[in-house]
């Protein structure tokens, strides 16, 4: 892990290893090599040695940790990288595959929190309904007490289910089906328009979420 306050030192450790990496939340620390593990028994003064380690040379061991090392390794990003970020200041973003429902939804929800000024969205509208997502996104574009309301755009299909969901929101919601067309019917900070198409091709399971947060 490489934060701000042992920047400088980071810097120096990749003129003495073959290559180093950063990867966030990680704490603690252990050693491993072809052959041995070594790691401290107990949390210790930063700046002090621990006063107890552990140690096993035994194969099973050695190849378990080893495992551990490589799952980090294969997660994290190059140190090069994360110095850019913290000398110019600036988030290259991630790319990765979350295969847990749960935390999924936990993330979908924290992206749509976080957004500052828009939100331009595909989704799939009623399993995003059942989770709270519309109701959020409904107060989200509405300004409230100095908080500034975020533009939302949604592009679906749509059915009888969605358009009874749609007309029992309390405030008018800019509705418009023009797939093809580039007039603009937007008149509120939540706009949703509809993929006009065959009934029997309106699946809505796939959701893509882009964001703006500054």
Avoid at 46 to 61: P, V
Avoid at 69 to 75: L, P, R
Wanted: charged letters at 25%; glycine letters at 4%; hydrophobic letters at 35%.
């Amino acid at each position: 892990m490489i934060p701000k306050d042992n920047f400088d030192y980071c810097k120096e450790l990749i003129s003495i290893v073959d290559e180093l990496r950063h990867l966030d939340g990680i704490k603690g620390n252990f050693y491993v090599s072809e052959f041995e593990y070594v790691a401290p028994s107990i949390l210790h003064e930063r700046g002090k040695s621990s006063d107890m380690m552990i140690y096993s040379g035994a194969k099973e061991i050695v190849e378990h940790q080893q495992y551990i090392f490589d799952s980090f390794w294969n997660t994290s990003s190059s140190a090069e990288r994360k110095i850019l970020e913290i000398q110019s200041n600036i988030d290259l973003g991630i790319a990765e595959i979350i295969d847990s429902p749960s935390r999924t939804q936990e993330l979908f929800i924290s992206l749509i929190k976080s957004a500052k000024s828009e939100i331009p969205t595909i989704n799939a509208f009623l399993r995003e309904h059942k989770i709270g997502v519309m109701h959020l996104l409904k107060g989200l574009s509405t300004t409230h007490e100095g908080r500034r309301a975020v533009n939302i755009r949604i592009l679906m299909p749509t059915n009888n289910t969605i358009e009874k969901i749609i007309k029992g929101m309390k405030e008018p919601t800019s509705v418009s089906k023009v797939p093809f067309s580039s007039d603009n019917y937007d008149t509120t900070s939540l706009n949703i328009r509809h993929l006009e198409s065959q009934p029997e091709y309106n699946a809505t399971t796939v959701t893509i979420l882009v964001l703006q947060r500054r």
